[in-house]
């Protein structure tokens, strides 16, 4: 028998943030290897943070993406107080999560309703799925309409917040400010009920695959700003020994870095999925009522009924932010001074699509000298190929254009940002 | 009339651009209805080639295939509007224009010999001729649809080019500069975002660029004399519009002034 080789490939992965390919080679009719090509252009973060000043760093690492500029604020703040032996008042605390459950709304939001959505309903788009599903769209792009809202208030904008200051904020909100939304946040609770009810009704694809979950928990909260880093495999790690658990590497087919577990060498999954296995319990009483009425509970290792688990996560951020809008007061003080020296921190937040992890070193100086960015994608790369090829002999025999476009589902379901572009190259393949 | 055909293309960028015209929640689907989108990645499959009415362009020029894409980009399209500071004038990420790329390079990646980008970060206006600049590090909603709802009855956008200061007096801030002595860079950065750090009781940093004939000089040097150090505002000029002509020739004068002291 011949060698018979074929190859499919996608140029340019849609509904995504950030710019990627896929290419699968297949050899006698078995997948014989599937690259997850990032061609989004190398920005450097990590270089040019070196000499600047710790306050700037919050306005700076926004910048590395439109989509979750907060979950990068938020690492970065914790790290680098972290280093200066900073601690922040419980007032400060509640309001960071205030801001981050607006980033979860909105990002969520956005990821259910205009890129992941239009695979359920079979169209192209949002707008296209707004046709045929007007009032679910419209109800789904006012949910992100509060969570941007909610981060305009605190964050003085939704894209790229302004009031994320090194030890707190720069102002804080006026009670009138946040008072105005909580009407808002009621409407959006249900409303994020209903979109649960409306998304478990979809048809999932029969797929599960065994991952290891890597989320952050918290013994009283499901782990959103902070916490400790699980495993579904057993092991837990402070944001600090991060790096002793997890280490990014260059795979030979990509050179874009991928993460693994040191121990296993093998990829781990974060994100919604995880943080729903690792934390059920933790989730807001409506989130976890809303869970049972569907029928849906851990574990859950389908990736594509991951838009149930943000749904539900969209129910939690605002369930858990009209708790905070209602009961706001005021602070006396937004903002602990900070100054900064000698040191080194990190910090480990959930950004929407799954564990960010930041890490800084600050010189006699008090100005930057080393940064490290783990983004979440980097981390899932590994596991998304795993997964598409777990997933291509179901599909092979669909013609190319049908398994390029049910492979770009598997990818969807994981929300990956590949503008979070700290770590992805432009490559130039070796083809076998 | 048939409707104006759009496509959005984006290059070296967050995509938070992009991304305000998908948080253009109230009017998207209205958007839809008056331009036919036929090309927008982040948010459709639908991938049509040209020619384009307009095109909608995100993020800046840092690798040598992106150079010749943009060449393409413009010969398909009719009207072309950068949006956001990555594409007007190089973004954040041109900062490496004053570092060393190699050693950029070394200190993010183990084998660098892999990367394709260029030791530069610049604008698009660099490489094809650009109709319209849309300005802001993020853009602002609202001028964006502005520019959609003009291009689409064929009228030119209408964005202001006046100064931060000037909106800053309008919401009733209270001079963050004057009343608090922090520096503030809204007297130089055009307007469009709303004034919106002065009024989180902090001073502006610049996401929009200079407006038209600012006098930064004159800033600078008012600040050097209230007593902010040099390197400090150098720092605040590099940030988000760093290679913007007025604000990469004043940070260049005041870095080479420190370096000429003894």
């Known amino acids: 028998m011949t060698d018979q080789k074929r190859t499919i490939r996608v140029e340019a992965l849609s509904r995504v943030e950030g710019e990627g390919g896929l290419t699968i080679h297949l050899r006698d009719g078995t997948v014989d290897a599937v690259e997850l090509r990032i061609y ?91 046709e045929t599903h007007p009032d679910e769209i419209r109800r789904g792009l006012r949910l992100k309409k509060y969570g941007n809202e909610l981060l305009e208030v605190l964050g003085g904008r939704a894209i790229h917040p302004v009031n994320v200051a090194l030890g707190g904020f720069y102002r804080a909100p006026r009670s009138e400010e946040l008072a105005r939304l909580v009407p808002c946040f009621e409407w959006g609770l249900q409303a994020a009920i209903e979109t649960v009810r409306w998304v478990a009704g ?151 699509r799954g564990l960010l992890y930041h890490r800084y070193r600050i010189d006699a100086a008090g100005l930057v000298a080393e940064a490290k960015i783990v983004p979440p994608t980097s981390q899932n790369q590994g596991g998304i190929e795993r997964d598409l090829t777990a997933w291509l002999p179901r599909v092979l025999h669909e013609p190319d254009d049908e398994i390029a476009h049910s492979c770009e589902r598997v990818i969807r379901s994981y929300d990956p940002c590949i503008s979070c572009a700290t770590h992805f190259l432009r490559v130039d393949w070796d083809r076998r | 009339m048939a409707r104006p055909r759009l496509a959005v293309f984006k290059f070296a960028s967050c995509d938070g651009c992009q991304l305000t015209l998908l948080d253009c929640e109230d009017e998207l689907l209205a958007i839809g209805e008056k331009v036919d989108i036929v090309h927008f990645l982040e948010a459709s499959d639908r991938a049509e080639s040209g020619p384009y009415d307009i095109a909608l362009v995100e993020g800046s020029i840092t690798t040598a295939h992106d150079a010749e894409r943009i060449q393409e980009v413009r010969r398909q399209t009719k009207f072309l509007v950068t949006i956001g500071a990555c594409a007007t004038s190089g973004g954040i990420q041109a900062l490496r224009n004053w570092g060393d790329h190699a050693d950029f390079l070394r200190a993010v990646y183990a084998s660098p010999q892999y990367i394709d980008s260029l030791a530069t970060s610049t604008a698009i206006a660099e490489h094809v001729p650009v109709d319209f600049e849309l300005r802001g590090c993020p853009i602002d909603k609202r001028q964006l649809i502005e520019v959609i709802r003009s291009l689409a009855t064929g009228r030119r956008p209408r964005t202001p080019s006046h100064s931060v200061c000037l909106d800053c007096k309008l919401r009733g801030n209270v001079c963050i500069t004057v009343a608090q002595g922090v520096p503030c860079l809204g007297p130089v950065t055009q307007s469009g975002c709303g004034a919106i750090c002065p009024a989180y009781d902090r001073g502006c940093y610049g996401c929009f660029g200079p407006a038209a004939q600012p006098n930064v000089v004159s800033l600078t040097t008012q600040f050097q004399r209230a007593g902010t150090a040099v390197p400090e505002l150098v720092r605040g000029l590099r940030l988000f519009n760093a290679a913007a002509p007025e604000f990469r020739r004043e940070s260049d004068r005041l870095d080479s002034s420190v370096e000429r002291q003894p």
């Not at chain 1, 999560?97 to 980033?103: A, I, M």
């Open chain 1, 202 to 352: 979809f048809s999932f694809p029969d797929f599960e695959t065994d991952y290891d979950f890597v989320a952050l928990t918290h013994p009283d909260e499901y782990a959103m700003n902070e916490g400790t880093i699980e495993s579904s495999r057993g092991g837990s790690w402070s944001a600090d020994t991060f790096e002793t658990a997890f280490e990014e590497r260059q795979v030979p087919h990509s050179t874009a870095l991928q993460c693994v577990r040191r121990s296993t060498n093998e990829s781990y999954l974060v994100g919604p999925l995880a943080r729903f296995n690792l934390s059920f319990d933790r989730l807001s009483e409506a989130a976890r009522r809303t869970a049972g009425e569907i029928g849906f509970a851990p574990p859950c290792r389908n990736p594509f009924r991951s838009i149930i688990a943000r749904g539900l996560e969209v129910v939690h951020a605002y369930e858990v932010a009209l708790t905070i809008l209602r009961s706001y007061r005021e602070p006396s003080g937004c903002r602990v001074e900070v100054r900064p020296g000698l040191g080194e921190g990190c910090g480990a937040t959930e950004a929407p």
């Open chain 1, 40 to 130: 989004e252009p190398p920005r450097f973060f990590e270089a040019f943070l070196r000499g600047r000043a710790p306050e700037e760093v919050p306005d700076i690492v926004a910048r590395i993406c439109g989509i979750c500029p907060v979950a990068y604020q938020m690492s970065a703040v914790q790290a680098l107080e972290r280093a200066c032996g900073v601690e922040i008042t419980p007032e400060i605390r509640l309001l960071r999560k205030l801001l981050y459950c607006g980033e979860w709304i909105e990002s969520h939001s956005l990821h259910m309703h205009l890129l992941h959505a239009p695979d359920f309903l079979k169209c192209e788009s949002g707008l296209k799925a707004a």
